[in-house]
């Protein structure tokens, strides 16, 4: 994909449960950061409370599997079983049509692998929860998972712990007053760099 825009991508990736996505939807209200959130295509279904092309574009397991033969993908990932997530190629072009800078909610893997991409233009940040004990009483309190996927979930979040030395930041996520500080001035200087 032609790298022909002055915007910036942000990314924020987490074990689920972490706090990212309220970190996310609080910088998007600043608009003076004049961000826009990058939707990425799922195969898994929505829960009650999402929106397709809000949320994500939730598509089938037949069309993910397409979009990647077709090499549609920025980066996918198999994040669970016959779950697939994914970035769009085409969602980068739309925002970057916008003029906007774009931020990622995205899992561990996926937003090395957009730093990689584009090395000089990511800020990549880690959310870090305080503890896995704190991050399964978070999961717990959400109520949108069976406890086998909580389960699945924490195991996951173990592993990607791991990987916080390779982001351009680890963010604490201790108490979220003080986090959402923290990401805005991160984020203001990354984009006025
Ligand atoms: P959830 O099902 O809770 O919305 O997301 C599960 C995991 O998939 C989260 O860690 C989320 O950040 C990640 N995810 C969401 N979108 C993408 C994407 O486009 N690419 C990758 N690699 N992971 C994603």
Not at 11 to 25: D, H, L, M, Q, R
Not at 66 to 79: G, T, Y
Not at 105 to 129: R, S
Request: no cysteine; proline share 4%.
């Amino acid at each position: 994909m032609k790298d022909n825009s002055t915007g910036k991508l942000i990314v924020f990736s987490a074990p689920s449960g972490s706090g990212k996505t309220t970190i996310v939807k609080h910088l998007l209200k600043q608009k003076e950061f004049n961000l826009e959130f990058s939707i990425s295509a799922t195969s898994r279904d929505p829960r009650p409370n999402e929106t397709h092309a809000k949320d994500y574009y939730f598509i089938s397991l037949k069309e993910f599997k397409q979009h990647i033969k077709n090499d549609d993908f920025l980066e996918w990932e198999e994040v669970y079983r016959d779950i697939f997530y994914g970035t769009l190629k085409n969602e980068i072009q739309r925002i970057w049509n916008l003029g906007k800078h774009i931020i990622f909610d995205i899992d561990v893997v996926g937003g090395l692998n957009i730093k990689k991409a584009y090395p000089e233009k990511t800020l990549a940040v880690f959310v870090q929860p305080p503890n896995i004990e704190e991050l399964k009483i978070r999961l717990k309190k959400r109520q949108t998972e069976s406890d086998d996927k909580i389960n699945m979930r924490v195991a996951k979040a173990s592993i990607e712990m791991a990987t916080a030395p390779q982001f351009d930041h680890i963010l604490i996520n201790n108490e979220l007053e003080v986090a959402l500080k923290d990401a805005e001035e991160l984020v203001k200087t990354h984009i006025n760099a």
